[in-house]
């Protein structure tokens, strides 16, 4: 079964450095989210792509953070700057229709 | 504005006992209903949705516009439910979904 893959699985970063997380999401999929989950906290939505482009963000989702999909099959959220706020589970998603499939998640950790 | 509300941060049942898991939302317009569910060590997953009015192991949960609720029961709680239930919302039709979560429910089933 086709599943969304992420890595890394885990960063340690100091703040102020740049940071990408990467996921390659369903082959078939045209629409793609990340979201993010801070400790103790419930899941945000960050943004979301389609056709090439931003079709939503959040409020979180301020200049410090960036989507990008290179090629046919990576989709990457980079964070310019990181603050120890960014501190986070950061879930890449797909979907081709009504439902999201998730990946494992990329764990983030701002020092 | 859209948001999930999820009143309880976990609930623990004796195997066996029904589970009822509750999730009120609020929003203007007529929204999709899912719950998603987080395994302990697994991603999160889709577990039902209100439009397809499935029983998936054994869950079912019903939309309840006048009351804006939909309640995720069960009638016979297992050991291996025990994970991490989110109530989610979205506003849209068609394959962008912009999901917004509740907080979470930790369901612990006791044998």
């Known amino acids: 079964e086709p599943e969304v893959t992420q890595t890394p699985s885990h960063q340690v970063t100091q703040m102020g450095q740049e940071v990408i997380l990467r996921c390659v999401p369903i082959?078939?999929?045209?629409?793609f989210y990340w979201y993010r989950q801070i400790l103790g906290q419930k899941v945000e939505f960050l943004v979301s792509?389609?056709?090439?482009?931003?079709?939503?963000k959040s409020e979180i989702f301020d200049d410090q953070f960036s989507v990008e999909r290179p090629d046919g099959s990576n989709f990457t959220l980079k964070i310019r700057s990181t603050k120890l706020e960014d501190s986070a589970m950061y879930f890449c998603?797909?979907?081709?229709?009504?439902?999201?499939?998730f990946g494992e998640g990329s764990r983030l950790t701002v020092l | 504005a859209q948001r999930v509300t999820q009143p309880e941060k976990l609930l623990s049942v004796f195997k066996g006992a029904p589970v009822e898991l509750k999730c009120n939302y609020s929003?203007?317009?007529?929204?999709?209903l899912f719950w998603y569910v987080q395994y302990s060590r697994q991603r999160l997953q889709l577990l039902l949705r209100?439009?397809s009015r499935e029983s998936i192991k054994g869950f079912t949960a019903d939309l309840n516009k006048g009351e804006t609720s939909f309640h995720l029961k069960k009638p016979f709680a297992q050991e291996e439910d025990s994970a991490m239930y989110y109530c989610?919302?979205?506003?849209?039709?068609?394959?962008?979904?912009?999901?917004?979560f509740g907080t979470g429910t930790k369901l612990q089933v006791i044998p």
């Open positions: 989610a919302l979205s506003p849209n039709s068609g394959g962008y979904q912009k999901v917004t």
């Open positions: 929003y203007s317009g007529s929204p999709e």
């Open positions: 998603a797909s979907s081709a229709e009504r439902e999201l499939f």
């Open positions: 792509f389609y056709n090439n482009e931003i079709s939503e």
């Open positions: 082959s078939n999929h045209l629409y």
């Open positions: 209100h439009i």
